[in-house]
């Protein structure tokens, strides 16, 4: 007997066609998020738009939905998508291709890091969409590779960030070679003076739309900091993983070096680690998301460099390990979980000395962060708190340290050295007999 599908009726109310409601219900999608409801009529209509909206709103579902019913299944290359990141072009690719599984509409992904014949042979195939990052979009369009004829639509997604890493030049010559009537469509986390300087330039009376709401982060996301000690990370971190035993997480370190070395201290004590960063080979990156979205390991251990091409829906805990360097890096990060309204974790380790770092993301997002403590863990920069012990043990540890010069066994302890005008803050050394 065959199953009846229910298909979402709201996104039908919106004007998405059966073939595409067909995909939704496969994918588990019922209800349009807030920026669908707005973007998904605009594109729709034809117009060009300027959408500000927060990370795991549904914005790809938002623009790509739209643009690909107004694709012809029997013409070539109609939408472009442009990504600051190879991980974001492979991650939308894949989700625009799931949308479009019932459409009979092709796809491709461009970027670096892929040889470039391998790719040459897929756009041969006369793909109806293109999503790549500007350099290598660039390079097909130098190579001729690439021809913008029969273009319909632009995209440039996390537009912000891509103007961020330093696509500035690559963007304007793309928008520059796409002559015909076509549809612009920005879409960015934050929209700057320079963004709306680039609509201005490249699109056509754009509609200004945002969904981002006053608060920055979503309401979703728990957040929690733990002062410790810089020495104490790590043993911090056993301890939360144990506590908290996440289903899916993502450890976030500043340097690539950092996520090295901690991926394989991790690994050592029995925990399935994986590290993603600039510097791994283009597949091995993908090799290792594919895992990841797969739960065949539960830790990935990453930079802020890739954080924006991380879009699994299960994360449910975000933990940095080192507090970003850049405030607006912390939203990034933390905007890995809570996806599509989910609820998640974030974790923040913070040292005595990163007070004000953490004050300034606070002020941010206009939230005071909750200082969370686990049990059976007590930093080592606070030990001098605890209650007195007996004997030597009641005596600080700074003091035992410096004034604990002992004689032989049995002997009272000798008077604390002298200090000299040339050791200034050190004890002088007792010359040995």
Known sequence: MQKHTILPQPFADLGVEVRFLKALERMGFATPTDVQKVLI??????????????????????????????????????????????????????????????????????????????????????????????????????????????????????????????????????????????????????????????????????????????EIVVDEVEQFCCSVDARDKFRLLKTVLKEEDPELTIIFTNTKAGAHKLARRLHEIGISAKELHGDLMQKR????????????????????????????????????????????????????????????????????????????????????IEEKKYPGFVPRVFEEDRPPQPEAAATPRYQQAVFSDRGPAGEAPRSAPTKTLGSKFRPRRRRRL
């Open 41 to 214: 009529p605009l594109i729709l209509e034809g117009k060009d738009v300027l959408g500000q909206a927060r990370t795991g709103t549904g914005k790809t579902a938002a623009f790509a939905l739209p643009l690909l019913q107004r694709c012809d299944p029997a013409g070539s290359l109609q939408m472009l998508c442009l990504t600051p990141t190879r991980e974001l072009a492979v991650q939308v690719c894949d989700e625009i291709r799931r949308l479009a599984q019932f459409a009979d509409l092709r796809g491709v992904p461009v970027y670096g890091g892929q040889r470039i014949s391998t790719q040459v042979h897929y756009l041969g195939r006369k793909p109806h969409f293109v999503v790549g990052t500007p350099g290598r979009v660039f390079d097909f369009l130098q190579r001729k590779v690439l021809k913008f004829d029969t273009l319909r639509a632009v995209v440039l997604d996390e537009v912000d960030r891509m103007l961020d890493i330093g696509f500035r030049d690559a963007i304007r010559d793309i928008l520059t070679h796409v002559r015909q009537p076509h549809q612009t469509i920005f879409v960015s986390a934050t929209v700057e003076h320079e963004i709306r300087r680039l609509t201005q330039q490249f699109a056509t009376d754009a509609v200004a739309v945002d969904i981002s709401r006053d």
């Open 285 to 368: 990156r993908e090799r290792i998301m594919g895992s990841f979205r797969k739960h065949r390991f539960k830790v990935l251990v990453a930079t802020d460099l890739v954080s924006r091409g991380i879009d699994v829906q299960a994360i449910t805990h975000i933990i940095n390990y080192d507090l970003p360097q850049d405030t607006e890096a912390y939203v990034h990060r933390i905007g890995r979980t809570a996806r599509m309204g989910a609820c998640g974790k974030a974790i923040t380790f913070v040292t005595p000395d990163q007070g004000k770092e953490l004050t300034q993301i606070e002020k941010l997002i206009n939230v005071l």
